[in-house]
């Protein structure tokens, strides 16, 4: 008798933590679902509860931290990603965050060094090199943000941000058949983004009349 009391108790047991589990996911999905639909206050709720509940989750600390990202709150998303880093001190979307961050904040060489330690952790993570690509973009050193997001390129060639920003480098180097090529890139990625055709057709106005000057 007290044998099946026990096997019933430790069953009930079982079956309130196989629920508890299945909650926890559940909830953490809801808060990435809602942060992928741009309802990043939501999220936030939902992810800050979840983070009470399930604090050693490393991915609850990375989706808030693209959630303060997005609205522009940086303290925030370095307060949260250094957090989650004291979980996984090698976390890349963390250091990356981090990094993002510091570059909005103009404090590049703060951003440089989490972006680099990034890519020594995982030198296949290509938004590490797509900020570092940015930063010396915005340094005016050329060669190395053509170099770095010619890396984050060779990783993912579906975004149309790195395609945009490495137009711009060339852009800025004078090599506009090299920024034609990638805005029109960036075009078939995002076809009806105007900004980037209207950059395309300066792009070719500038070659043309360079190649003119030689003529």
């Known amino acids: 008798m ?11 047991i079982f079956i309130f933590f196989l629920i508890s589990s ?3 996911f559940g909830s953490f ?9 741009g309802k990043y206050y939501d999220a936030e709720m939902v992810l800050l509860r979840e983070k009470e509940i399930s604090p050693n989750n490393v991915d609850i600390y990375a989706v808030l931290g693209w959630c303060y990202l997005n609205t522009g ?12 880093l004291k979980l996984n001190s090698r976390d890349t979307r963390l250091l990356t965050t981090i ?7 103009k404090r590049y060489p703060d951003a440089l060094s989490y972006l680099q330690k990034s890519v020594s952790y995982n030198p296949n993570y290509a938004y590490s ?9 915005s340094q005016g050193k050329l060669i190395l943000a053509e170099t770095a997001l010619s890396a984050g390129i060779m990783l993912k060639k579906d975004n149309y941000l790195f395609y945009k920003y490495r137009a711009q480098v060339y852009e800025e180097m004078m090599n506009y058949k090299m920024a034609e090529k990638d805005y029109k890139r960036a075009l078939t990625l995002k076809p009806n983004d ?13 070659q043309t009349e ?3 000057t030689y003529q």
């Open 73 to 84: 709150d940086y303290s925030k998303a370095i307060e949260i990603s250094e957090d989650g």
């Open 2 to 12: 007290k044998i099946k009391i026990l096997t019933r108790f430790l069953f009930i």
């Open 129 to 137: 090199y797509y900020y570092i690509g940015r930063i010396y973009q």
């Open 210 to 212: 360079l190649e003119s």
């Open 22 to 24: 299945f909650s926890l």
């Open 194 to 206: 105007p900004a980037l055709k209207e950059a395309l057709i300066k792009v070719i106005s500038k």
């Open 29 to 37: 999905q809801e808060g990435y679902e809602l942060y992928k639909q």
């Open 99 to 105: 990094g993002r961050s510091y570059m909005e904040m």
